[in-house]
């Protein structure tokens, strides 16, 4: 079974920095790209970024919201993926989902929140 | 960005009654190796979305085949043959043709 689970939320003061983690298991993890999307109380959902596989060059890709400040890393080695987010904003405050995108299935952890907030 | 418009934003529905959600792109979302991305999410009450349909019309693994979806270039539809009670939630279009992916604002489906 595919599980992805997401750690390293909480509480945050604006400008600070924090670090999500996405747990997987279930697959081979170094086949796929990685993403991240979010959503803000209340709110619909915002793709935060991607990366690809290693086989498709480990790139990245970022929404404009994000771009600069958050980056996506992965390690193949632990099957995890990072979301490394710096200078943090009150509006960056959301459930910060894992998600494997793929045409054969598109599982998405159980999200984690994050809240900006002096 | 693309901006992805469904309607309506919120849904009444009666058990058993067919029901369709529209799903508008500001530009066309065939990609240039000639596949259309453009994705249904269900996001129950208090879990996780799931996907439904990708590629238009394909539905995912589990998904009842109640579930259909439609369309081409800009103008997408989800359609529920006949409404279950579990159908209540909201639904999500998507497109992964461009970056940034980017998803509708949402329709709330409610009994």
């Known amino acids: 079974e595919v599980q992805l689970v997401e750690s390293g939320g909480g509480l945050i003061q604006p400008g600070r920095s924090l670090r999500l983690s996405c747990t997987t298991s279930?697959?081979?993890?170094?086949?796929?790209?990685m993403g991240w999307v979010r959503q803000t109380p209340g709110k619909g959902l915002e793709w935060v970024g991607l990366?690809?596989?290693?086989?498709?060059?480990?790139?990245?890709e970022y929404a404009a919201s994000v771009k600069g400040r958050f980056t996506i890393s992965r390690d193949d080695s632990k099957s995890i993926a990072y979301l490394q987010m710096n200078g943090l904003k009150t509006e960056d405050t959301a459930v910060y989902y894992c998600?494997?995108?793929?045409?054969?299935?598109?599982?998405w952890g159980q999200g984690t929140l994050v809240t900006v907030s002096s | 960005d693309v901006v992805m418009t469904q309607s309506p934003l919120s849904l009444p529905v009666t058990l058993g009654q067919p029901a369709s959600i529209s799903c508008r792109s500001s530009?066309?979302?065939?990609?240039?190796?000639?596949?259309?991305?453009l994705s249904w999410f269900q996001q129950r009450p208090g879990q996780s979305p799931r996907r439904l349909i990708y590629?238009?019309?394909n539905r995912d693994s589990g998904v009842p085949d109640r579930f259909s979806g439609s369309g081409s270039g800009t103008d997408f539809t989800l359609q529920i043959s006949r409404v279950e009670a579990e159908d209540v939630g909201v639904f999500y279009c998507?497109?992964?043709?461009?970056?940034?992916?980017?998803f509708g604002q949402g329709t709330k489906v409610e009994i």
């Open positions: 998600v494997r995108p793929h045409s054969s299935g598109w599982p």
């Open positions: 279930g697959f081979t993890f170094g086949d796929y790209a």
């Open positions: 990366i690809r596989s290693k086989p498709n060059g480990g790139t990245t």
């Open positions: 530009q066309s979302l065939v990609h240039s190796d000639g596949n259309t991305y």
């Open positions: 590629r238009v019309s």
């Open positions: 998507m497109q992964s043709t461009h970056w940034p992916r980017t």
